[in-house]
């Protein structure tokens, strides 16, 4: 029960819109107008992408850069980082426990959802909340080198489940989410889109104006 709560506290924290909300505030990567592929090659060529994007915001930034906090109540890039390892590793488990369970693809029905409004809610910055406390960072990261080996570290252990697990199996284990009913492939897809959305946050930080030179 406590790993349920948590999970629901978790999703209820990425700030999840419904699809019909505006969302023109996120890049090309995590949106687009082109439908999702229901396949393997698209599932791990998000997880590419994210992690390529969150390498690519990281380069090159110093120790200062990465604790440098905006203001008192907002995180540091290495906050976020942080916050993104224990979310992608909460998130998996749960996902790898739900998928362990009897398939219920007599549920299919019950899922509206699309792949894009999936990706494209959990990408909308406009709406933002408190994490909870369990996966918040608290900024343990001061060098870039040591925080991207963590990062991959875990997706290692993601990316190799996925490789030995199909897309109708993926597709056959309907779960229930505080923004409804949703499949495993959605909730692997849900774990990147965590990173692209937190990747958009380190953005944020690099932009403000007193950002370390």
């Not at 819109?17 to 791990?44: C, I, W, Y």
Request: hydrophobic share 40%; proline share 4%.
């Amino acid at each position: 029960m406590k790993k349920l709560l948590l999970l629901g506290a978790a999703f209820i924290a990425l700030s999840f819109t419904h699809p019909t909300m505006t969302t023109n505030t996120v890049k090309p990567l995590e949106r687009g107008a082109t439908s999702v592929q229901n396949d393997k090659a698209f599932l791990l060529d998000y997880y590419r992408k994210t992690e390529n994007r969150l390498e690519e915001q990281l380069k090159g930034l110093s120790s200062a850069q990465l604790q440098f906090k905006p203001s008192a109540d907002k995180w540091s890039i290495s906050q976020c980082v942080e916050h993104i390892i224990k979310t992608e590793k909460m998130l998996f488990d749960m996902a790898k426990e739900a998928l362990a369970k009897p398939a219920t693809p007599e549920r299919k029905a019950e899922v509206t959802v699309t792949d894009q409004q999936l990706m494209d809610g959990i990408t909308d910055r406009s709406q933002k909340a408190e994490a909870p406390e369990a996966l918040r960072g608290e900024g343990i990261y001061k060098d870039v080198k040591t925080a991207m080996a963590d990062f991959r570290a875990q997706r290692k252990v993601i990316l190799s489940y996925l490789k030995g697990v199909s897309v109708d199996e993926l597709r056959n284990h309907i779960s229930d989410s505080p923004f409804g009913s949703i499949d495993g492939y959605h909730s692997m897809l849900f774990i990147a889109g965590h990173t692209a959305r937190h990747t958009l946050q380190i953005e944020e930080v690099k932009a403000n104006a007193a950002f370390p030179k």
